[in-house]
């Protein structure tokens, strides 16, 4: 019984891990108003890179207009974000 569990959990081991997925970033730039950026999903690490993806396009779509940051998240650690994963 005990061989089968420790087999069953080294094949356990072997299983890919899936990295965490962070938040997906989203842009709109409708013909008037504000360019709306949009991010959903938990914080996680890296992050920070994706939103400064987002606002260099919104800010190549619309240069001289306003961007507006609207978050749709679980929580997550801010700090986090700005780490990059490894």
């Known amino acids: ?13 072997l299983l890919p891990i899936a990295p965490a997925r962070g938040m997906e970033f989203e842009v709109s730039a409708p013909n008037e108003g504000p360019v709306i950026i949009i991010g959903r999903g938990p914080i996680v690490e890296g992050d920070l890179a994706r939103l400064q993806t ?25 700090e986090a974000a700005s780490r990059e994963l490894v």
């Open 1 to 13: 019984m005990i061989a089968r569990l420790a087999c069953a959990l080294g094949l356990l081991c």
């Open 54 to 78: 987002a606002v260099q396009e919104a800010h190549d779509e619309a240069p001289n207009r306003h961007k507006v940051l609207g978050l749709d998240s679980s929580g997550g650690l801010v």
